[in-house]
């Protein structure tokens, strides 16, 4: 029984690692877009056109996204905004997006 247990418990990290590895190629995915964006204006295309994509659905399964045509416009709607992946992701960014609707509200 132990040895299921620790089998079961490695599979689920080596799941949760794969996720994080295909999220991050979503990451570099939309780092992409947004640069194309800056150089050429058509990044929410470009990241439609992956999303939609057979490797596109795939990769997003993988990484724990649905890929949906919601998920579709959210991405187009982050890329459109042109704030880079790591910017976004960092404790400064949301503290300061969080300080600006506090003194909206």
């Given at each position: ?58 990769v997003l399964s993988c990484a ?42």
């Open positions: 029984m132990a040895d299921f247990v620790d089998g079961t418990a490695f599979n689920h990290e080596q799941g949760n690692r794969a996720r994080k590895l295909f999220a991050a190629v979503v990451l570099a995915a939309l780092d992409d877009a947004i640069a194309d964006d800056k150089k050429y204006g058509n990044g929410p295309e470009q990241i439609a056109r992956w999303a939609r994509s057979r490797d596109g659905r795939e724990g996204i649905d890929p949906n045509e919601r998920v579709v416009s959210g991405l187009m709607d982050f890329v459109s905004k042109g704030i880079r992946t790591s910017v976004a992701l960092s404790r400064e960014e949301s503290e300061r997006r969080n300080a600006a609707q506090a003194e909206a509200a």
